[in-house]
């Protein structure tokens, strides 16, 4: 890469391809620097790139022991509507399949205007929004906000690979909300969703 590239390649929505939304990298170092961490780069133009991960060395020794198998939440959809807000095809489809699996019908959007526009179409039936904080406007802030502002207690759970920070000052006095990291497993995300659906 340029030097040109090098110092953009962290930016939310740049990206040097024809395709691709440039979030893949920004997603990537906010997860790092979640757990305290950086990402050195080097990089020559014709001859390759080398990322290199660092984290901090845990001050306190950790014995190794096997990881429990954990247990995903027992919920059942009954048919309810949620509407999916995500413009990452893969994330979508992963997202859709576990929903559908615990009975839920979920409509999908791959992005924030047309998803505003289909919860105000299904609004009656949505009982839940899942939606990427990391996309472009409206965001997944933006979305929720008008979501109240029209009177609607609708729960909304809000998903991004950053660190949970803004989104959750956002959501703190907001009892109908919630927020998942990214990557997020699928018993924390049935577990959010129970917890959502029970308020």
């Known amino acids: 890469m340029t030097k040109e590239t090098l110092d953009l390649v962290f930016d ?4 040097a391809k024809l395709t ?10 906010g997860i790092i620097s979640g757990h305290r961490g950086a990402i050195r780069v080097e990089s020559t133009p014709g001859a390759g790139t080398t990322f290199s991960l660092i984290f901090h060395p845990s001050a306190m ?19 309810r509507a949620v509407l999916l807000i995500d413009d990452e095809a893969g994330v979508r489809k992963a997202s859709r399949r576990i929903l559908e699996r ?7 959007a791959d992005d924030g205007r047309a998803g505003l526009a289909l919860f105000r179409s299904l609004t009656d039936t949505v009982a839940l929004v899942v939606r990427d904080v990391s996309m ?3 965001s997944g802030t933006s979305i929720l906000k008008q979501i109240r502002e029209e009177g609607h207690s609708t729960p909304v759970l809000l ?27 699928v018993s924390d995300l049935l577990a959010t969703v129970g917890h959502l659906l029970s308020v």
């Open 12 to 15: 939310p929505f740049y990206t």
């Open 61 to 79: 020794p950790v014995a190794p022991r096997a990881a429990a198998p954990r247990a995903a939440p027992s919920i059942n959809g009954g048919g």
């Open 102 to 108: 615990m009975g839920f019908v979920v409509h999908t």
């Open 20 to 29: 691709g939304r440039g979030l893949g990298l920004a997603a990537v170092l």
């Open 136 to 138: 472009p406007e409206p």
């Open 159 to 185: 998903m991004s690979g950053y660190a949970e920070n803004e989104s959750q000052s956002f959501i703190a006095n907001d009892r109908h909300a919630a927020f998942i990291q990214k990557p997020y497993n």
